[in-house]
């Protein structure tokens, strides 16, 4: 009698390959969770990186194409296909690799240029964005175009061969470290939404400055950004003129996906993992029976939330839009984000609430509590989510 072995399929092939690579090339350091920002390589013309194994990590991750795996060869991604962008993610998840650099650049201003922009600006801008050289910010709110964004009043005025712009935008992440900034302007002030155009500009050009915002954690990412007479060259402008708040709600589709995800990945050890070192247990019961109810309900949310993204996600493999859903998940994950971190804080008890000191580990837990409040705020607030979850996705009247 023979025995026949099955060969294992070119997707199981290509995982194991994956696997191999990944266990290989990146580093232990680099499997570490992520405890601050200085464990977080942004890259940018004064980008550095904290040490060796991190940047030996983003250039292996470079060389090999997976910065990008999904995006095309010829921009500077790996040219995988969606299966095989799968996998690496996944095995990256497996073994608790670290992002080899966060971007704004990737997660948003990427996926707009690849729909909208023209092939001169795919050729020069994402193979840079791949290699780290660009840091990018998102110029979208104003002091009075917060919830109605299309109010926005930053002006682009046509001089010929370029534009002047005039304006300022507000709540502008990281843009004091920003070298670029992709902006919504104003073309035409006749029209609202029809009046709105895409502007990449260079945070360098004379005119532009910043002024930081301090939030209640103590840090502050965000930022005001000013333009004083900015000179922005013709060729800057993404998609046709005056339709911008199309290329807009599509990157705001994949902010609010970033944003949503926080609720799925902020925090790799299980929640009852850390509610078992902080709490202790007595025959397997945590020792707190206040704080078990919150934990298990808060444990089932996060079940249902991470099945719902993955049900979603093979419906989009199968080519249906995402749409509004992202609104769902960007407001559902937020709530997740902040629940999770009310219970973290109270399972620290006194030692949770500290705001500084470093046996407190300098305030870290109640700084990230804090933070947590202007997730419902950025991209897109939870009441304006909410309205939209209402109207396109559960088909509810408007009245």
């Given at each position: 009698?023979?025995?026949?072995?099955?060969?294992?399929?070119?997707?199981?092939?290509?995982?194991?390959?994956?696997?191999?690579?990944?266990?290989?090339?990146?580093?232990?350091?680099?499997?570490?969770?992520?405890?601050?920002?200085?464990?977080?390589?942004?890259?940018?013309?004064?980008?550095?990186?904290?040490?060796?194994?991190?940047?030996?990590?983003?250039?292996?991750?470079?060389?090999?194409?997976?910065?990008?795996?999904?995006?095309?060869?010829?921009?500077?991604?790996?040219?995988?296909?969606?299966?095989?962008?799968?996998?690496?993610?996944?095995?990256?998840?497996?073994?608790?690799?670290?992002?080899?650099?966060?971007?704004?650049?990737?997660?948003?201003?990427?996926?707009?240029?690849?729909?909208?922009?023209?092939?001169?600006?795919?050729?020069?801008?994402?193979?840079?964005?791949?290699?780290?050289?660009?840091?990018?910010?998102?110029?979208?709110?104003?002091?009075?175009?917060?919830?109605?964004?299309?109010?926005?009043?930053?002006?682009?005025?046509?001089?010929?061969?370029?534009?002047?712009?005039?304006?300022?935008?507000?709540?502008?992440?990281?843009?004091?470290?920003?070298?670029?900034?992709?902006?919504?302007?104003?073309?035409?002030?006749?029209?609202?939404?029809?009046?709105?155009?895409?502007?990449?500009?260079?945070?360098?050009?004379?005119?532009?400055?910043?002024?930081?915002?301090?939030?209640?954690?103590?840090?502050?990412?965000?930022?005001?950004?000013?333009?004083?007479?900015?000179?922005?060259?013709?060729?800057?402008?993404?998609?046709?003129?005056?339709?911008?708040?199309?290329?807009?709600?599509?990157?705001?589709?994949?902010?609010?996906?970033?944003?949503?995800?926080?609720?799925?990945?902020?925090?790799?050890?299980?929640?009852?993992?850390?509610?078992?070192?902080?709490?202790?247990?007595?025959?397997?019961?945590?020792?707190?029976?206040?704080?078990?109810?919150?934990?298990?309900?808060?444990?089932?949310?996060?079940?249902?939330?991470?099945?719902?993204?993955?049900?979603?996600?093979?419906?989009?493999?199968?080519?249906?839009?995402?749409?509004?859903?992202?609104?769902?998940?960007?407001?559902?994950?937020?709530?997740?984000?902040?629940?999770?971190?009310e219970l973290m804080l109270a399972m620290g008890?006194?030692?949770?609430?500290?705001?500084?000191?470093?046996?407190?580990?300098?305030?870290?837990?109640?700084?990230?509590?804090?933070?947590?409040?202007?997730?419902?705020?950025?991209?897109?607030?939870?009441?304006?989510?909410?309205?939209?979850?209402?109207?396109?996705i559960l088909g509810l009247p408007s009245k």
């Open positions: 009698m023979t025995t026949t072995t099955e060969m294992p399929t070119p997707i199981e092939t290509f995982r194991m390959e994956v696997r191999n690579w990944l266990e290989a090339n990146c580093p232990t350091s680099m499997r570490q969770p992520i405890k601050s920002e200085k464990d977080l390589y942004w890259g940018g013309r004064n980008g550095t990186f904290a040490n060796e194994d991190q940047k030996a990590w983003f250039e292996a991750m470079y060389e090999k194409g997976w910065i990008v795996p999904h995006w095309p060869k010829e921009y500077g991604g790996g040219g995988l296909g969606k299966e095989e962008n799968k996998i690496v993610l996944q095995e990256m998840a497996r073994l608790g690799c670290r992002k080899p650099i966060t971007s704004f650049g990737i997660w948003m201003l990427g996926p707009a240029l690849l729909k909208f922009g023209s092939e001169e600006q795919k050729r020069h801008y994402l193979p840079e964005i791949t290699a780290g050289k660009i840091r990018w910010c998102q110029g979208y709110s104003e002091p009075n175009a917060g919830s109605d964004l299309a109010s926005l009043a930053t002006s682009a005025v046509d001089m010929g061969d370029h534009y002047v712009v005039n304006g300022q935008k507000v709540w502008t992440s990281y843009a004091d470290n920003a070298d670029w900034i992709f902006c919504l302007v104003r073309t035409n002030k006749e029209a609202k939404h029809g009046g709105i155009s895409f502007l990449l500009i260079d945070m360098a050009t004379q005119g532009v400055s910043t002024s930081p915002i301090k939030l209640i954690s103590g840090k502050s990412p965000f930022c005001e950004t000013f333009f004083d007479n900015v000179k922005v060259p013709k060729e800057n402008l993404v998609g046709e003129l005056n339709r911008g708040w199309t290329i807009a709600k599509y990157l705001l589709t994949h902010e609010r996906e970033m944003i949503g995800g926080i609720g799925e990945t902020d925090v790799k050890k299980p929640l009852h993992q850390v509610a078992i070192e902080s709490l202790g247990t007595e025959n397997g019961t945590l020792n707190d029976p206040i704080l078990r109810p919150d934990i298990a309900r808060w444990s089932i949310d996060k079940m249902a939330y991470d099945i719902t993204i993955k049900r979603t996600m093979d419906e989009v493999k199968a080519g249906q839009s995402l749409g509004a859903a992202s609104s769902f998940f960007k407001y559902y994950g937020t709530e997740l984000n902040k629940a999770k971190y008890g006194y030692n949770g609430a500290a705001w500084e000191g470093e046996e407190f580990n300098y305030g870290q837990l109640a700084r990230q509590f804090c933070r947590t409040k202007g997730n419902s705020i950025e991209g897109g607030t939870s009441e304006v989510q909410l309205n939209i979850v209402a109207k396109r």
